[in-house]
T-cell receptor
Framework: NAGVMQNPRHLVRRRGQEARLRCSPM?????VYWYRQLPEEGLKFMVY????????ESGMPKERFSAEFPKEGPSILRIQQVVRGDSAAYFC??????????????FGDGTRLSIL | SQQGEEDPQALSIQEGENATMNCSYK?????LQWYRQNSGRGLVHLIL?????REKHSGRLRVTLDTSKKSSSLLITASRAADTASYFC?????????????FGKGTTLSVSS
């Protein structure tokens, strides 16, 4: 029973390029959450998606960042025209029911994004 | 927005000792969860305590919740070197529609043999 799968594990981009981060939730999970973690910090919520719908994107920057969770395939977090400040670890989590159902979230091992 | 704050930021103990970490938060919650993160890895869920619960156990873990003080503690008994990790509390509020877990900055635990 595979857990949450994120790829790539490490991604290096130059300033101005695009970064695409992928997340396959656990089998049977239709709720996906993206978080960002800076060094020595906790995780900061970015966006919460259900299949084909963005439920809450209040934690995501208004520009350059977008997320999707299509009917088929993984969830994608896309960062356009990356800047040095985008360097961080990006974690995806999934759950079988909505976040406020008194249940844990299951996390992937993250994608570490480095901007040169 | 509400945020869990863990205390202490770092804790160093010997194997066999107990480790206690505390977490404070600001607003009413639906539940509070504790997660562990090993270096370079994702978070692993440890325990969830609901707002109407006061104490919960899981193996060597004991979590307490005091909603009047808006605080929680995580106790790890008889610690092992493998417990070395960062520990985060996360709060989930049903009052904040659509908002996911709010994490604190974590406590870094080092257990030496």
């Amino acid at each position: 029973n595979a857990g949450v799968m994120q790829n790539p594990r490490h991604l290096v981009r130059r300033r101005g390029q695009e970064a695409r981060l992928r997340c396959s939730p656990m089998k049977g999970h239709s709720h996906v959450y993206w978080y960002r973690q800076l060094p020595e910090e906790g995780l900061k919520f970015m966006v919460y998606l259900q299949k084909e719908n963005i439920i809450d994107e209040s934690g995501m920057p208004k520009e350059r960042f977008s997320a999707e969770f299509p009917k088929e395939g993984p969830s994608i977090l896309r960062i356009q025209q990356v800047v040095r400040g985008d360097s961080a670890a990006y974690f995806c989590a999934s759950s079988p029911r909505p976040h406020n159902s008194n249940q844990p979230q299951h996390f992937g091992d993250g994608t570490r994004l480095s901007i040169l | 927005s509400q945020q869990g704050e863990e205390d202490p930021q770092a804790l160093s103990i010997q194997e066999g000792e107990n480790a206690t970490m505390n977490c404070s938060y600001k607003t009413s919650i639906n539940n509070l969860q504790w997660y562990r993160q090993n270096s370079g890895r994702g978070l692993v869920h440890l325990i969830l305590i609901r707002s109407n619960e006061r104490e919960k156990h899981s193996g060597r873990l004991r979590v307490t919740l005091d909603t009047s003080k808006k605080s929680s503690s995580l106790l790890i008994t008889a610690s092992r070197a493998a417990d070395t990790a960062s520990y985060f509390c996360a709060t989930d509020s049903y009052n904040q529609a659509g908002t996911a877990l709010i994490f604190g900055k974590g406590t870094t635990l080092s257990v030496s043999s």
